[in-house]
């Protein structure tokens, strides 16, 4: 094996941190997506889940009204 002179060994190096900063910087963005979605959805669940209560309740008394 040839020794690898200063310029090879540099670029080495800096294509290996270059691409372990741009994985590093990948997974940071999808966890950040994950945390934001999860938290959308579950906003959206308990909103949703409250208006849908109220919905029955207001169906509810109007098909009871409706049969007295």
Known sequence: M???LHSERMSKAFLRRTLLGKSG???VE?????VTLVTIF?????FLQGQ???LFLI???KILKAYY
Not at 42 to 46: E, I, K, N, T
């Open 2 to 4: 040839a020794p690898l």
């Open 25 to 27: 910087q990948t997974v």
């Open 30 to 34: 999808y966890l950040l997506t994950t």
């Open 42 to 46: 579950a906003a959206m669940y308990g």
């Open 52 to 54: 849908l209560r109220r």
């Open 59 to 61: 169906a509810g008394v």
